[in-house]
């Protein structure tokens, strides 16, 4: 398939096409299959809002699912510098946002039912003159106590930090791969 390079990339990682009805997945590598349990011709052409489904109402998080639907909006306007200067609040444990992206977390549910607390980092990439979502996941072993927010921020810097130390591989991959994709 075209996508196959993404495939083997060794850490969770999707890509979304805010400009396509509803921002569906066009890929997902190996890593998010690992973490979500679901294979690729599963979620391929669906919103990754399904991971949220059947989350109890205790674990769902009204700012995350609002910050989520600012930072969409923002990269679904086809703005190259809309992110870059959207008011998209970080919560008080993330990083300052930069390169065009933002940390959330949130829980979510596998396919076999269980529940994770996923931490994302989602970026605005170009590829020609068209914006992709890239979202880079992992998953946190245990709830974060308050005192321990340093360490969430710290995670999302790493996770920021893989995805500049990736972006021209996965940039590359994708101008090849997308520029002569019709849709």
């Known amino acids: 398939g075209k996508f196959d ?6 850490f969770s990682v999707s890509i979304a096409d805010p400009s396509l ?5 066009i890929a997902v ?3 998010f299959e690992q973490l979500t349990g679901y294979r690729p011709e599963e979620v391929i052409g669906r919103n990754c809002r399904f ?7 205790e674990l769902q998080d009204q700012e995350t699912t609002e ?13 190259p510098f809309s992110i870059a200067e959207s008011t998209v609040a970080s919560p008080s444990w993330a990083p300052e946002a930069s390169s065009n992206a933002a940390c959330f977390l949130r ?3 596998r396919r076999d039912g269980e529940l994770f607390q996923n931490l994302f980092l989602m970026r605005q990439i170009w590829v020609g003159d068209r914006a992709y979502i890239l979202a880079l996941q992992t998953r946190l072993e245990e709830t974060p106590q308050e ?4 360490s969430m921020a710290l995670l ?5 930090k893989i995805v500049l130390q990736h972006m021209d591989a996965i940039e590359s991959m994708l101008s090849s791969q997308l520029l002569s994709v019709s849709y």
Do not use: T
């Not at 390079?5 to 060794?10: F, V």
């Not at 009805?21 to 997945?25: E, H, S, T």
């Not at 005192?147 to 340093?150: A, E, H, K, M, W």
């Not at 999302?156 to 920021?160: A, I, N, T």
């Open 5 to 10: 390079d993404l495939g083997d990339l060794a």
């Open 21 to 25: 009805d509803d921002c569906p997945l």
């Open 29 to 31: 590598s190996k890593g």
């Open 51 to 57: 991971l949220a489904f059947d989350v109890p109402e």
């Open 67 to 79: 910050r989520l639907q600012a930072y969409m909006k923002v990269a679904n306007s086809g703005d």
């Open 107 to 109: 829980w979510n549910r």
């Open 147 to 150: 005192g321990r927010l340093d």
């Open 156 to 160: 999302c810097m790493f996770l920021s």
